[in-house]
């Protein structure tokens, strides 16, 4: 058999494989084992790699994957690319594996207008002849005749003007002067964005200059230990004397430990961030601001705070420059925040013509349904199932969580981050749901048959994998041996339960949307699934389940992490967050629990299509 | 002799006076001696009294002293008024004479608008027909759309709206909501004006809803315990690492006990008070917001911030309500202050056809002139002689000092407070030296003359007080036994050489400024002399040393307390913040120092006319 040299790089190891071998073959001998949570079915997509050299035609299943433009620049999935001449292969930087597809550009076609800009001047010095005061002159280097200026910029005004001879940069933002700087400091400008979660809070560091995205990374929610979601939080703070303040002050220090990270990730300085742009939930969006979230708790779940607001970075307590400031965005209800006004900003609704659904799904799904000339959002409470919570087996969408299920003769799976799996994620549960329904063995009522019940054709392989579990049937997607903890990641009759009321409660919102929009779900042309969730979920399981309305299908757009894109928007242009203030007065909050029919549509959701 | 009955009030003592007899001797008679600093001889005008009942008509004395609106009301000089029927005398208020005079209603002809205003409003509670957050929910209620809210507004918001049941009082200012009261407590709305000087501190509380004054009171400004003028604290803050936060936390704690003293006098509470204005110089303006005031102490004499800047009284420790606002107004220049600005506010220079001068006069004189077509003001050096400091027996114009003196056959003085003089203040060494000069006994080069040397016609008992002083010709103005302290209180060759250096920089700056206008001085049509200087200064006296120039005598107006009175304009009127902003660009600032031929100018106005 005729052997080509393969070089992976940027490490060079070199082998010798077989002509029609697959790269991922190759990887193997060289030790270089790559992701292939599918086993190598070119059906997870987790395998990608960059290959120069003769690797033939892209399969149908590269095709599925990766979109022309990356299979001209040599993007394959290594599972699929055969051996056909000698190869360099580029494996993924696994940050850059992190950063890539994660975001859509954010700073495509925007005009670069940042919160905040510095610009670098020379000034004459003060004389008999020119008295002006420092400033003045400094107000006057701007263009601006006159500002309430901060007495802590002017503290440090009169030593810094004569310790770099006038020639200073001035930083400034829409309403003014915020600080100077000795030298031209024009290269550093950095801004940050916070995506605030309940679960994870989410931080990507900006250049300011050129619209490029320094560094994107995540911390926990230490929140969590006084209370997992909201409602639990919401009472711990109703509860305990100082709630509030142990909540906020968790808060910061969370983000200061991830602005830290960012910083050294990307070799920067505190010093150099200006700016900042917050989104989130309207709770952690109150918790952020130490505001009493309180009124959210029981109808009519007012916020106390809806429009955005600047705030200085000190104000706040954030390791950021002292003079910077932070903007967070308007929210639109209660349950409705501006991780949702983000979305908008990102994906674009409220400039389409045609009618779109945005639907970002976590505890509380949001969804947005309109187009330019129209808004409706509403928060439907899903409940915990999506998130992997109160599942049997279920954890969030972390390194060891099936994220997909595929159905062979048997299952197969991917888990995140490869190696064995410890539980099982949404997007995961939602495939394994839409294999038992397509294959018989839950019906539309969502019950778990039991063998005898099934129709004789199923694989035996599968029947093998039901059991009884708390007097109930149960279905066992992996055995106690296979997983990491060696206990069995099962489907139990409770968690199709979860499911369905979680699917159940978006598919009404969906429902109670276009009805006040005045439309059929069918007329809806382009369904953006936002976050991680979206990312993952197979459209197909979405449909299946009814998560998603029949005919829909083939409109799914994954919009990756669009609420973060959109705070990046919001941080690189002005405009951005003129539009995200008019997003929050023009959007209409349909709350659902005040809809007439609410429960009886969602009670008739309840069941699989 | 007829005798008529005389009710002295408000403690309703009665005597029965003859006829003819003065008010005066009839207090006197009822155990309730009036101030009568000229013994009596309607000079001095301290005896004023309201008086119902039959007292004649007024003296020339009287009208000379008093308005014609406030003989109409009854207001006489106990000293002339004599008895003439049964009468009714009012005493005045010990603190109502410190006011009265002292403004000349700052609230007049001015349209209410003051920086922080109230309005009551029932707010509809929220339900889910109506979700609006409590924020746009009180900002509706202003008829705002948006505003960048203060988290710690919010932060009250939701506590306040439930406790008072929606019924609230928005506490606002021109650019939104500052904060909210539960119920309606638009009838308490303060404000607070702070007249920043070197060696006082004054405050004046004002009622904003009616523009009433509802006290005034001064404390010593304790900065002075690290040097008495402005050089000396400027060396201070540029010799000691803290010494800008020593005088700067100096400054604020003497604010706040004078705000105590305030709130006691009229009964007043710290909360309701949400605005307030400061003026002062500019380097007490520096001190105030913690600037570093180093810059004004060499060429070219810069400030660090000229523009007029609003912070809230929380950031700067006063004890206010802490969502108040505290608005400094700009200066001119380093040494012509925000007080110079408040001078022109009240004045009215700035609105003025005809070329006016405006003169405040301290250890620096800061002069104005000009019309409504252009302002040109400086800061001339006078040294401390006005303000009494470095005169052998000199001190400020406070109790125990002689403000004015009186020729008649001897010499005779007014002390302020009454009792035994313990030193003269500015107004009285003029008034000395002007007398001086009028007798002969100080010729026009300032050199006290022997006896010998003095013209014969002069009186025996002015001649009998001419001695020596430490190898020098000096002249005794009140001997040991009549004084507080049982030393003598004498006019000296070198406080006669002190007084000419002080006319001197204030003559010569009057014609430098009259020369940068291209007017001769005599085309000036009215001269402002503001403060407590300008009040006891007898223009005569002034004309007679050449403090100001001939043929200005009869267009003297004592300006009052002209830069409180400017500060209260500014807070009862957000027009008069605006004017006062116009007017620090406005307003020209001519540098005494790079005038050329200054030195000249000021030489010749050393000597005498």
Sequence with gaps: MKKYRVVFKPKGITVFAGAGSTV?????????????????????????????????????????????????????????????????????????????????????????????EKTYIRLAPP???????????????????????PPSLCRKLPRTLREADFKVTLIHDERGLLGVEPGDTTARNLGLVFDLGTTTLAGYLVDLTSGKLLAGDAVHNRQAAHGADIITRLAFVRREKDGLQILHRVLIDALNELVEMLLGKANCRGEDIYASVVVGNTCMQHLFLGLDPSSLAYTPFVPVLKEGVTVSAAEMGLKLNEDGLVHVLPNIAGFVGSDTVAVILSTGLDRSRATKLAIDIGTNGELVLGSRERLLACSAAAGPAFEGARISSGMRAAPGAINKVFLRDDIAFSVIGGGKPEGICGSGLIDAVAILLETGIVNKRGKILSPGELDPSISPQLIRRLLRHQGANAFLLVPASQTAHRRPILITQEDIRGLQLAKGAIAAAIQVLCRCYGVQAGYVEEVFLAG????????????????????????????????????IKALLSRREIKRAGKLAEKVEHVELAAFPGFYELFAAEIDFP
């Design 127 to 149: 004389s008999l002849e020119d008295q002006a005061a420092d400033s003045s002159r400094v107000l006057q280097g701007l263009g601006l005749k006159s500002q309430n200026l």
């Design 532 to 567: 991680a969730f979206g990312s993952y979920l197979n459209p197909k399981s979405a449909l299946r389940i009814g998560l998603i309305p029949p005919g829909l299908g083939e409109r799914i757009t994954p919009a990756g992490n669009a609420a973060g894109e959109g705070g």
């Design 24 to 116: 991922m073959e190759a990887a193997q001998q060289a030790g270089l084992p790559l992701e292939a949570l599918c086993g190598g079915m070119g059906n997870c997509g987790k395998c990608v790699v960059r290959i120069a050299g003769g690797a033939g035609k892209p399969s149908a299943e590269e095709k599925n994957h990766l979109a022309p433009e990356e299979l001209k620049q040599g993007y394959r999935l290594a599972c699929r690319a055969k051996v056909g001449g000698h190869l360099e292969v580029f494996l993924p930087d696994p940050s850059e594996t992190k950063a890539k597809g994660f975001f859509k550009e954010p700073g495509k076609g925007l005009k670069l207008h940042p919160l905040v």
